[in-house]
């Protein structure tokens, strides 16, 4: 009999539900004897900090390519927002699997969108890249970290903590909780982070066999698109410490990316913004159409920006 082959994820609700469905996509397709292997990383044990603060998102992946490294798992499922641009030497992303819903979604037990909120209403968020795009639309806004699960988010909502917050709606449609979804932001108002909603597949780079399975898993379309937001943010240096948002969408053969990058320390300061559109065919189109956006941001003045991330 095979050996199984393991997922690393965490333990969260959300990112069980992600391996899941890798594990039951890949049973399906292949025949493949699939086990999890659950792990609480960093970044789901520090709760009373902005993840900027102590390290960024790549908390949530250390311990994953830990267990890649030493042969304990074999792949690693991801949000791929959550992962760096820039991968330890030794492993590599083998697919990107298409994208759920990229947009925020506001979500309030009072209030119907962001421009109903009363004046200095408080909101709760994490992301630089979402508190620099509200603080844009509505500067009077108390905005307040909002850090845990989504289970934990929605429980402080509703104990009262906030007038609303803003979450991905991806994890909140995939957990069955469309339903708290009080509305949902336009992509062009509120752009999303680069890779948002889809699901990064992590492996060891030498596992040939594994990634080249993999490869016929991925979902072409997205993974172009994720090409291009990523290489904005790499060729920016972004981390989760810089309000960086790219988000790229198809129409018809060309790949239409928005960016926006604000002031990680005033955090009022004018969003500096672009679009632009290419036809892209390939990974090295994508991420052509990526620097391309990022240059703009440059010449925009994004240099005077980038020193406070």
Request: net charge negative; aromatic share 4%; glycine share 8%.
């Amino acid at each position: 009999m095979n050996a199984p082959t393991v997922i690393a994820t965490r333990e969260s609700r959300l990112a069980l539900w992600q391996a899941e469905h890798v594990r039951d996509t890949l049973m399906a397709r292949f025949g493949l004897p699939v086990e999890l292997l659950g792990m609480t990383t960093r970044g789901d044990q520090i709760l009373d900090r902005a993840l900027s603060k102590v390290g960024g998102k790549g908390l949530f992946v250390k311990e994953l390519e830990t267990a890649l490294e030493e042969g304990r798992a074999h792949l690693a499922v991801h949000s791929l927002k959550d992962v760096p641009m820039e991968l330890p030497e030794g492993f590599a992303l083998a697919a990107i699997w298409e994208r759920e819903d990229p947009r925020d979604a506001f979500v309030s037990n009072q209030y119907d969108n962001v421009d109903a909120l009363p004046q200095g209403a408080v909101v709760g968020t994490s992301s630089l890249r979402r508190v620099v795009q509200l603080l844009a639309r509505r500067p009077d806004l108390q905005i307040e970290p909002l850090r845990g699960n989504l289970d934990t988010r929605l429980r402080k909502l509703d104990e009262g903590g906030f007038h609303a917050i803003v979450l991905a709606a991806a994890g909140l449609k995939r957990l069955g909780l469309a339903s708290r979804i009080r509305g949902t932001f336009d992509p062009e108002v509120m752009i999303p982070a680069a890779g948002q909603g889809a699901l990064g597949i992590e492996v060891r780079e030498d596992n040939t066999a594994l990634r080249e399975l993999l490869a016929q898993t991925l979902h072409q379309p997205t993974f172009l698109a994720c090409h291009a937001e990523r290489a904005v943010s790499r060729s920016l240096g972004g981390s989760c410490s810089m309000p960086l948002a790219a988000h790229a969408v198809w129409e018809g053969d060309t790949l239409r990316i928005d960016a926006a990058l604000g002031d990680a320390n005033e955090l009022t300061r004018p969003l500096l913004r672009t679009r632009l559109a290419a036809v892209v065919t390939d990974e090295a189109g994508a991420r052509a159409l990526g620097n391309e956006a990022a240059a703009q941001l440059r010449a925009a003045g994004a240099g005077s920006y980038l020193p406070a991330a």
